[in-house]
């Protein structure tokens, strides 16, 4: 029983336990097919997709529309869908874990709700940064490509987007982090993610109120959207991060403090 | 060393654990024994800090398990049916385990080797059998080599030999110093390894002790006896309020007399005696009685509550 080098059992210890955690989860996240398959699918069904928008965009074009866009930001707008994906596999990261039972184990590991939780919001996190930020680049060639002189774009186009992308992917990650902690069920967590980016822009778009209108601007894609594309009205892109930033930490920590009270 | 103290568990207004006290020491195999849905996994997980008591305590050397920063190092679990998601397979499993508490890797390869899975270290968890995926819980606790091993009924699903194998590793560890805590709902998986018992029923400790002590103090000794004249036999000792059995063959089977009682009235009486002899009844039946009595104790007294 004395075969190990003990690493001393500090109970204050928090940064290393925390960096200990952030690999785990690193190596299970990519240790399941499930997950890197969706992150997969995302990437070429938007990249597939930024190509098909600026064909469209193309004959448009040709046909006298006023339809040309920014390469980078027509894949911007290809995200509304591809980001399911993503979302969809962050929440499948925690969910799978109970689903399967495992969660016993990640628990008896690191038993600290506040540093299991932590460690699995900076891997999510992180893929979602990095998808981002490369996802935007490598579909804007061939969306430039098909676009033609439609999709002409700048230096600052291609970063804006790229930028907005990888800081939306990586707050929606801890959105759909947050929502499976709150379930704790993967039917419950997706379906609560898709009505998050999707369900709700729609149906209250069919609410002729005033205020609900004004809340409509305030949904996470919206925000994104304002945040990409460097709009002025209603709000700036600054205000648009805060805004989702807002939403991340809202969620993230509903589901820290409701994990933290339940038993596992 | 893992102490228990008032540990209490509700779930709304049923009480799964009640004021359990006792402390399981190293160098030993403690049995936790049970029927289902007595609370000895609840107790487990409580120790663990995936649930939290109502009220005491579950201490592991003095501390609780969710302060520390490495806990395998210190306690190595399994809950049975837990270990591992099925897309996983047995090492990326083991060796997330691992990063997450600072083992070295090479571990992984060797707990896998120990527990028998060195084969299907690549093949996902989902296409496992349960006693492969015992076994796969059973070498995630094994990971940091850690003193202290709680256990919740290992030898589910386990073939002859998965038994074998855990009941030497369970024997080797507390003779090493180890401190073993293991449940079961069936006395005769650890009736031959554990050398102290714990018994709960409905939550309620029934018998804490040493498993000889147990076994002395719980069960009744049958004694046989044979005679030519059993049926007068079986009058005069059902007279001296024992409980008699005629077991054909002129055999009966007596409880609640001594032998030296039996053979004395035998005597007195003039009757002629071909065989007396004292058997141990059996830990199981010893536990039967033990839990049996906790539900028909536990009804009644739960409905008053």
Same mark, same amino acid.
């Given at each position: 029983m004395a075969t190990l080098?003990?690493?001393?059992?500090?109970? *204050?210890?928090?940064?290393?336990?925390?960096?200990?955690a952030t690999r785990a989860e690193c190596t299970k996240f990519l240790g399941l097919r499930s997950l890197t398959g969706l992150y997969s699918a995302g990437i070429l069904i938007t990249i597939a997709l930024g190509w098909l928008l600026g064909a469209s965009a193309k004959a448009s074009g040709e046909n006298g529309l006023d339809t040309a866009m920014p390469a980078p930001l027509l894949v911007f707008a290809t995200l509304q869908f591809g980001q399911l994906f993503f979302a969809a596999a962050a929440a499948l990261h925690l969910t799978g874990e109970y689903s399967s039972g495992t969660i016993t184990s990640t628990l008896q590991a690191v038993p600290r709700r506040g540093i299991m939780v932590a460690s699995k919001a900076?891997?999510?996190?992180?893929?979602?940064?990095?998808?981002?930020?490369?996802?935007?680049?490598?579909?804007?060639?061939?969306?430039?490509?098909?676009?033609?002189?439609?999709?002409?774009?700048?230096?600052?186009?291609?970063?804006?987007?790229?930028?907005?992308?990888?800081?939306?992917?990586?707050?929606?990650?801890?959105?759909?982090?947050?929502?499976?902690?709150?379930?704790?069920?993967?039917?419950?967590?997706? *379906?609560?993610?898709?009505?998050? *980016?999707?369900?709700?822009?729609?149906?209250?778009?069919?609410?002729?109120?005033?205020?609900?209108?004004?809340?409509?601007?305030?949904?996470?894609?919206?925000?994104?959207?304002?945040?990409?594309?460097?709009?002025?009205?209603?709000?700036?892109?600054?205000?648009?991060?805060?805004?989702?930033?807002?939403?991340?930490?809202?969620?993230?920590g509903a589901g820290a403090v409701a994990i933290k009270k339940r038993d596992a | 060393m893992i102490t228990l103290e008032a540990l209490t568990k509700d779930y709304g207004d049923t009480r799964a654990v009640n004021e359990l006290s006792v402390e399981i020491r190293p160098g030993k195999v403690t049995g936790f024994l049970g029927p289902n849905g007595a609370g000895k996994s609840t107790t487990m997980r409580m120790i663990l800090g995936l649930d939290a008591p109502t009220k005491g305590k579950a201490l592991v050397n003095g501390q609780r398990l969710d302060q520390l920063a490495y806990p395998m190092h210190t306690v190595g679990a399994h809950i049975s049916g837990t270990a591992g998601h099925p897309g996983h397979t047995p090492r990326t499993f083991l060796r997330a385990l691992a990063q997450s508490n600072r083992i070295p890797g090479q571990r992984v390869d060797q707990v896998l080797e120990e527990s028998g899975l060195g084969s299907v270290a690549t093949k996902r968890i989902g296409g496992f059998s349960l006693g492969m995926r015992q076994r796969l819980g059973i070498s995630a606790a094994l990971l940091a080599d850690p003193q202290i091993l709680i256990l919740d009924e290992p030898m589910n699903g386990l073939d002859a030999q998965g038994i074998a194998w855990i009941r030497h590793l369970m024997r080797n560890r507390a003779e090493n110093g180890g401190t073993i805590f293991v449940s079961s709902h069936l006395m005769s998986e650890v009736q031959q390894v554990a050398d102290q018992l714990i018994l709960i029923g409905r939550g309620q400790l029934i018998a804490n002790g040493a498993t000889e002590q147990i076994i002395n103090d719980f069960t009744q000794r049958v004694i046989t006896v044979r005679s030519p004249q059993v049926q007068a036999l079986a009058d005069l000792l059902a007279s001296h309020n024992a409980q008699v059995k005629l077991a054909g063959n002129g055999a009966a089977q007596v409880t609640g007399l001594a032998v030296e009682e039996i053979g004395s009235l035998a005597f007195s009486h003039g009757f002629e005696l071909h065989e007396l002899s004292a058997a141990h009844g059996s830990l199981e039946a010893a536990y039967n009685r033990l839990t049996r009595d906790s539900m028909e104790f536990a009804g009644p007294e739960s409905a008053r509550n």
């Open positions: 080098d003990f690493t001393p059992n500090r109970p *204050v210890a928090i940064l290393g336990p925390l960096l200990a900076w891997v999510l996190g992180l893929i979602g940064l990095t998808t981002g930020l490369i996802l935007i680049p490598l579909a804007t060639i061939p969306a430039a490509l098909s676009a033609g002189q439609y999709g002409q774009f700048g230096l600052d186009d291609l970063l804006s987007a790229s930028l907005g992308a990888g800081t939306y992917l990586a707050l929606l990650n801890l959105m759909a982090l947050g929502l499976g902690l709150l379930f704790r069920n993967s039917a419950g967590a997706i *379906v609560s993610v898709l009505i998050l *980016v999707i369900g709700l822009p729609q149906i209250l778009q069919l609410i002729p109120l005033e205020w609900i209108q004004t809340l409509i601007q305030y949904l996470p894609t919206n925000a994104a959207t304002f945040m990409a594309t460097g709009a002025v009205e209603p709000y700036g892109p600054l205000a648009a991060i805060a805004i989702l930033v807002i939403w991340g930490a809202a969620l993230l | -």
